[in-house]
């Protein structure tokens, strides 16, 4: 059986990231690096050759491509991501896309000159559909957005189910006409959309979505437009759901111009527990994403596909948690 770093770590108590950092020469107390090397010689681990050379050829650097890093979601993870790639001896180039593919291909074509040992990025849906057609010389993880046909591990939420958790918790508030707002640039979006009409089917209710620039603007005007200037009031949605933090937090702010109560006038419930959503009017009901099990689990991932990069490519799927607030309180 192939001993790996997993099996090092958990022989020497410490996080695989530890055990790269000292077998990489990174800087760690010589009580620790003692405990690690004692754990080597107790499992009997043999490094990837393979890998170490192409770490040695490396910039010790990794890559760390977002989508918005407005997007309160992808600041939690990219700290996420910095702390655990420190732990490991290794620096952090951090580049944001603004969900233009094009941005996306420059940053790429900059981690080859850059030479860098990985990448940890969060593609837009362009993207994702060619990904398994464009070869690179550097190992990639996809966060927060998966590809079909990857040939990229991944770690992810799952969307769909938590959508699905948004709108049924929505329904048993007494509420039926419930809009979904969805981002339009990437998969995340697709899947949430997918969860959400999933649930309304389910529920026997009248979906009414629609895809729109992930920015608190886009949502911002929906909003207007449907409950400013969408006419009677009997028409207007009674809820809505929103899928990014940033659509949330144009939902919150639209509702608050127009002078409409949460969630007297209009239900509102969306992803991504940031300060402000427990800290606004009665509080906004949530999706929690484990955003730094996000990005360690990135790390680790990376770290152990440089350790064994012929291994089995592997999806790791994440569970939400529903934070309930007043946003959300039992239709009157």
Request: hydrophobic share 40%; glycine share 8%.
């Amino acid at each position: 059986m192939t001993v790996g770093i997993k099996d090092v770590a958990r022989v020497a108590g410490v996080s695989p990231a530890t055990v790269s950092r000292v077998l990489g020469n990174g800087v760690v107390s010589d009580a620790l690096r003692q405990q690690v090397e004692a754990a080597v010689r107790e499992t009997g681990y043999r490094p990837n050759l393979s890998a170490r050379r192409l770490r040695s050829q490396h910039s010790q650097t990794i890559g760390l491509i977002v989508a918005d890093i407005r997007n309160p979601f992808f600041t939690a993870v990219s700290r996420a991501v910095e702390d655990a790639a420190y732990q490991a001896g290794l620096r952090v180039i951090l580049c944001n896309t603004d969900e233009d593919p094009e941005k996306e291909a420059m940053y790429l074509r900059l981690m080859e000159e850059e030479r860098v040992t990985g990448v940890i990025f969060a593609p837009t849906r362009q993207t994702v559909e060619h990904m398994a057609e464009t070869p690179r010389n550097f190992p990639t993880v996809l966060i927060d957005r998966a590809c079909q046909r990857s040939r990229e591990d991944t770690v992810v939420l799952d969307n769909a189910a938590a959508a699905g958790v948004l709108v049924e918790h929505l329904y048993d508030q007494g509420y039926r006409r419930i809009v979904g707002l969805f981002g339009n640039a990437s998969t995340t979006g697709v899947e949430r959309h997918s969860g959400y009409m999933v649930a309304m089917s389910r529920l026997r209710l009248t979906p009414d979505a629609v895809f729109i620039p992930p920015s608190a603007e886009a949502a911002e005007a929906e909003i207007r437009r449907r409950m400013v200037d969408g006419g009677a009031v009997s028409s207007r949605p009674e809820a809505v759901v929103a899928s990014n933090g940033l659509l949330l937090m144009g939902v919150v702010r639209a509702a608050g111009e127009a002078g409409l109560a949460i969630p007297g006038d209009l239900a509102v419930a969306g992803f991504d527990n940031e300060r402000w959503t427990e800290l606004v009017g009665p509080g906004i009901t949530v999706i929690e994403q484990p955003v730094e099990t996000i990005g360690r689990t990135a790390m680790t991932m990376l770290l152990e596909r440089l350790d064994a990069p012929e291994a089995p490519i592997r999806k790791v799927v994440l569970s939400g948690r529903c934070i309930v607030r007043g946003s959300t309180a039992r239709k009157g």
